[in-house]
């Protein structure tokens, strides 16, 4: 029987085909905008792919500035993916793209995984002289990389990307940049952070354009990309002092909004660097509780009053009549100013120097060594030794109920408890107080919130060096100038920089501590220690693991003579470049300069 439509036969078949094709085209043109992150995810991962796959065939027959150039090119194809990949495959982000240095699994510390991906294959593709064997190498790195690559692209029909999970994805990829891209974390050799950074600018940009941002997200995105290629500039020379206050910092800041015109909220999840935080310099954009266990005090007033009262208490010392604050003397920005303190046990000093407690909050380890995670178990730790403090936590409630205004103290801190004077609620009531001595206002934050008068121009030189030709920004990243790798500071790196004995540069003999290879005997980690913070580092002399160097100076010479390799000491394991940095006399002193604007005497109110 003929079909009909409005009395026309035959027009069915014709029309419901032009109908299909308009509701195709529709929902070409109409899909969601997470959908379409997927498809630019999907396209820029078989890019990599092709881009890999062409640079293995041709490892053994291109010349080494063609073999450069196809490296290049993976690279900034990665730049595009980063922010996914690191977000939801964290482990295939290391084995693509991390430091080409031996790890060690967190919850396995005795599990060594050799190093992988781009950085390793850097080294090869800029090793001098090129050779058969460092060819084999570069093939043998690629195949490694293309079966990750292959990995992710069997997982691309399970990837479900989220509103508020782009944004945070792509907020924490920005963090990235600014603590380890632009510092040359990942790029050592060849030097290409900036080119690196305009792609990783750009990803950014048009991700988030799908989501129809406004307009002045877009612009300022775009004014940060523009900044990190403009020419006539290179790695050495690039203004990142005013890059990140004249471009950065107003690109998160409309990245935050535009998130809130859009009405998609912040991610749940708990976080270093706040979900909801307006950028990543702000005052009160770290979170310290995001390091203290589930457990720990919260940190009122009462439990505060009560910690500082414990932290300088010589009765936790049972009778050898030290207080916490006997070596972390508040008045000197919580170190003692000795090279070792003296150990309770013998005419004789500790084994380490005294770290200050400034921002010891915003880091997941504590100690030179990194054996214990919470600073509540450090308390414990500590009061128990028998060189430290000598003391026995168990024994400390029954003479502080005892004592004074103490019954009074805990029953305010710990009021819903029946016996408040605990073992625990010491360990609990010490660490508040040391978590509440974040301090993140120098002059230096000043500077990048916007105050640029607070910085002389050498300041600003050294920073620039420290982020760039001196290459500290590496190890210590900003904005905190640590070793907490961010941007999810969910890990501390430990460093082997060759640490002498003495201060003897013509006659150096390496340190015998052995570092947090005591732990767990793994080779590589042998005389390594977690990388301190450099902030407040001017009131915190002397310096290293075991305070040999007195003077910024010193310090100073060390590293750029290499570290201890470079002092022609034998240190099979360092982490440090050997080479040296070619520091002038003025580069190390506007070194110094930045280093001193981190000195800060205001704490900043959690």
Do not use: W
């Not at 691309?156 to 510092?183: I, Q, T």
């Not at 305009?198 to 004014?223: D, H, I, N």
């Not at 307006?278 to 979170?287: E, L, P, R």
């Not at 993140?440 to 030189?461: I, K, P, Y």
Request: overall charge neutral; aromatic content about 10%; hydrophobic content about 40%.
């Amino acid at each position: 029987m003929p079909s009909r439509l409005f009395g026309f036969p035959g027009l069915v078949r014709p029309l419901l085909l032009v109908l299909a094709a308009g509701f195709l085209s529709f929902a070409v043109l109409h899909k969601r905008p997470t959908d379409q992150v997927k498809d630019y995810y999907d396209g820029h991962l078989r890019q990599l792919h092709t881009a890999l796959a062409r640079f293995q065939e041709r490892a053994y027959q291109a010349d080494t500035t063609a073999l450069r150039a196809q490296f290049a090119a993976c690279r900034r194809e990665y730049k595009h993916l980063e922010f996914a990949i690191e977000y939801y495959y964290p482990h295939a982000a290391t084995r693509l793209n991390g430091a080409a240095l031996p790890e060690t699994e967190p919850g396995e510390p005795g599990e060594v995984i050799p190093p992988a991906g781009f950085q390793v294959l850097e080294e090869y593709v800029y090793a001098a002289p090129d050779s058969r064997a460092n060819r084999d190498e570069i093939r043998q790195e690629l195949d490694n990389m293309l079966f990750e690559v292959r990995r992710l692209e069997q997982q691309v029909p399970f990837l479900a990307f989220g509103d508020a999970e782009v944004f945070d994805a792509v907020r924490l990829n920005l963090y990235r940049l600014a603590a380890k891209g632009v510092s040359g974390f990942d790029s050592p050799a060849a030097h290409a952070s900036l080119p690196e950074a305009a792609a990783t600018l750009k990803a950014s940009r048009e991700v988030l354009a799908v989501f129809g941002v406004p307009a002045a997200l877009t612009t300022q995105l775009a004014r940060c990309e523009a900044a990190a290629a403009a020419p006539r500039q290179d790695f050495n020379s690039f203004d990142r002092a005013h890059f990140f206050v004249r471009y950065f910092n107003p690109a998160l800041a409309a990245l935050r909004q535009a998130q809130v015109q859009l009405q998609i909220p912040p991610v749940a999840a708990k976080r270093a660097v706040r979900a909801n935080a307006t950028g990543y310099f702000v005052a009160d954009a770290f979170d310290p509780s995001f390091f203290a266990p589930a457990d720990a005090a919260q940190p009122t007033p009462a439990v505060l009053k009560l910690g500082e009262a414990l932290f300088k208490e010589p009765l936790l010392s049972g009778k050898a009549g030290r207080s916490c604050a006997s070596c972390h003397a508040p008045e000197r920005a919580y170190v003692d100013g000795l090279k070792v303190n003296s150990s309770l046990l013998a005419d004789a000093g500790l084994e380490r120097n005294t770290p200050t407690l400034l921002n010891a909050a915003l880091q997941p380890d504590q100690f030179y060594d990194s054996r214990v995670h919470f600073l509540e178990d450090q308390v414990h730790a500590v009061v128990s030794n028998k060189a430290e403090m000598g003391g026995q936590l168990s024994e400390a409630p029954a003479v502080l109920r005892k004592k004074g205004a103490y019954p009074k103290l805990f029953a305010q801190a710990f009021a819903s408890e029946k016996q408040p004077v605990s073992e625990r609620n010491i360990r609990r009531a010490v660490a508040a107080y040391v978590r509440s001595l974040v301090r993140l206002n120098s002059r230096f934050d000043q500077f990048l919130r916007g105050d640029t008068t607070v910085l002389s121009r050498q300041e600003v030189l050294g920073f620039n060096l420290f982020m760039g030709k001196a290459q500290c920004g590496t190890c210590h990243y900003m904005p905190l100038f640590n070793g907490t790798v961010p941007p999810l500071y969910d890990k501390s790196e430990s460093e082997v920089l060759g640490v002498p004995t003495t201060a003897d540069t013509l006659h150096p003999v390496l340190d015998a501590d052995p570092g947090k290879f005591l732990l767990y005997g793994v080779a590589h980690q042998k005389h390594a220690f977690k990388t301190p913070t450099v902030r407040n580092a001017a009131l915190t002399a002397p310096y290293m693991h075991n305070g040999v160097y007195q003077t910024l100076e010193q310090v100073m010479d060390f590293y750029n003579r290499g570290g201890g390799t470079g002092l022609g000491l034998t240190v099979p394991t360092q982490t440090l470049a050997e080479d040296r940095l070619n520091l002038s006399q003025a580069e190390q002193q506007a070194l110094i300069a930045f280093i001193k604007s981190l000195s800060d005497s205001q704490e900043v109110a959690y």
